[in-house]
């Protein structure tokens, strides 16, 4: 296994256990290669969910650029209630694992068929 392999366990076992949810491994794996190189290096791979301004590059480079969305609070309700259930207080909230969520979210699996 690779190190991207390695990752994508990491962010499968955060989903089970923090998040209370059983992945879709496929659809896992293609989000975390959609994230690119972001998932190695240590500040871009987790979401700094209590600065404002990581919340809203999240809105705007995922959920509009990536996702299709259009804007409205609708995007800022999923980012927070995405945000609830990861868990407020973990500190390492990886971008992966969020973008997973809020794909399933919307229900925009196909973006990555």
Same mark, same amino acid.
């Given at each position: 296994? +690779?190190?991207? &392999?390695?990752?994508?366990?990491?962010?499968? $076992? =955060?989903?089970? /256990?923090?998040?209370?949810?059983? @992945?879709?491994? =496929?659809?896992? /794996?293609?989000? /975390?290669?959609?994230?690119? @190189?972001?998932?190695? &290096?240590?500040?871009?791979?987790?979401?700094?969910?209590?600065?404002?301004? $990581?919340?809203?590059?999240?809105?705007?480079?995922?959920?509009?650029?990536?996702?299709?969305? @259009? =804007? +409205?609070? =609708?995007?800022?309700?999923?980012? &927070?209630?995405?945000? $609830?259930?990861?868990?407020?207080? $973990?500190?390492?909230?990886?971008?992966?694992?969020?973008?997973?969520?809020?794909?399933?979210?919307?229900?925009?699996?196909?973006?990555?068929?």
């Amino acid at each position: 296994m +690779g190190k991207r &392999d390695d990752l994508i366990e990491t962010y499968a $076992e =955060d989903l089970r /256990t923090k998040c209370g949810m059983q @992945p879709d491994m =496929d659809l896992l /794996t293609k989000v /975390t290669i959609g994230c690119g @190189p972001a998932i190695y &290096d240590a500040d871009a791979a987790t979401v700094a969910s209590s600065q404002p301004g $990581e919340l809203e590059t999240v809105k705007q480079n995922f959920l509009i650029k990536k996702l299709g969305l @259009p =804007d +409205g609070p =609708d995007l800022d309700n999923a980012i &927070d209630r995405v945000i $609830e259930t990861y868990g407020r207080s $973990e500190r390492n909230k990886y971008r992966a694992v969020v973008y997973y969520m809020l794909t399933k979210h919307f229900g925009k699996e196909a973006v990555y068929a």
